[in-house]
Structures are given as structure tokens and as C-alpha cells.
């Protein structure tokens, strides 16, 4: 069975490493960046079965960067799931048209568990 693809976009490199290795450990292959203004590139190479993105990423930021893909006919059945601090995250992720959110801090088993709840969907 091919490993499940997770693309990862967020600017901390702190948070990339860990949930790159939770992820890893879980039997995913992981895919970062620390920019968004190119995720349509990105998505097309890496051809993701979710993506988690932050709100405050260089360039265009989180919500231009869902909604860019959203609206993009290949891959806007990719499930995006919007991660950030910011406390208007309902809010955000419903403007981005995400499928889902975390907010951070997150505890690393609610973000598990809602990536493998889009897996199984997919």
C-alpha cells in the first residue's frame, strides 16, 4: 500500500519538525513549505491526500492559498485543514472554504485524528 501524502504548509520550523515526525513515525510521507504563493505548483508536484495549513504563512497567507486551490477544479477535493492561533479560527478556515481546523496550540492526537479521518474518507 502506497504511503499516505501529507503537505504540510507553515513558517515554523519548529512545528514542521515535530509534526513531520509524528507523521513519519505514523507511516506517512510528509511534504513541507514555508511559503503558500506557489500551492497550486506545490499540489500539482506532490499530488497530496491532505493538506494542513497555517494562516500566517509568507506571501499570501492561508486563506488566499485555500481558496486558491478550492478554487481549482483538479484539487479542490483535496481536504485542507486550517491550523493556526488565531482566535477567529472558525471564522477563518469557513472564509479559506478549508474542510476542517485545529487550533494551535494543538494537542498532536486531535490532529491525528482529523488527518486519518480525511484519510479514511479519501
Known amino acids: 500500500m502506497s504511503k499516505k ?3 504540510i504548509f507553515d513558517d515554523d520550523t519548529a512545528i514542521l519538525e515535530v509534526i513531520t515526525i509524528i507523521f513519519e513515525e505514523n507511516g506517512y510521507q510528509v511534504e513541507i513549505s514555508e511559503t503558500s504563493h506557489d500551492i497550486i505548483e506545490k499540489v500539482s508536484q506532490y499530488q497530496p491526500d491532505v493538506i494542513l ?3 500566517w504563512i509568507p506571501k499570501i497567507g492561508g486563506v488566499e492559498a485555500t481558496k486558491l486551490l478550492k478554487s ?3 484539487f479542490k477535493d483535496i481536504p485542507v485543514i486550517y491550523v493556526t492561533a488565531n482566535n ?3 471564522a477563518l478556515a ?3 472554504q478549508a474542510d476542517d481546523y485545529v487550533a494551535k496550540p494543538f494537542n498532536l492526537d486531535d490532529l491525528e485524528g482529523k488527518v ?5 474518507e479519501a
Open 5 to 7: 501524502r501529507i503537505l
Open 53 to 55: 495549513m497555517d494562516n
Open 72 to 74: 481549482h477544479e483538479e
Open 88 to 90: 477567529d479560527i472558525v
Open 94 to 96: 469557513e472564509q479559506a
Open 116 to 120: 486519518a479521518k480525511y484519510l479514511q
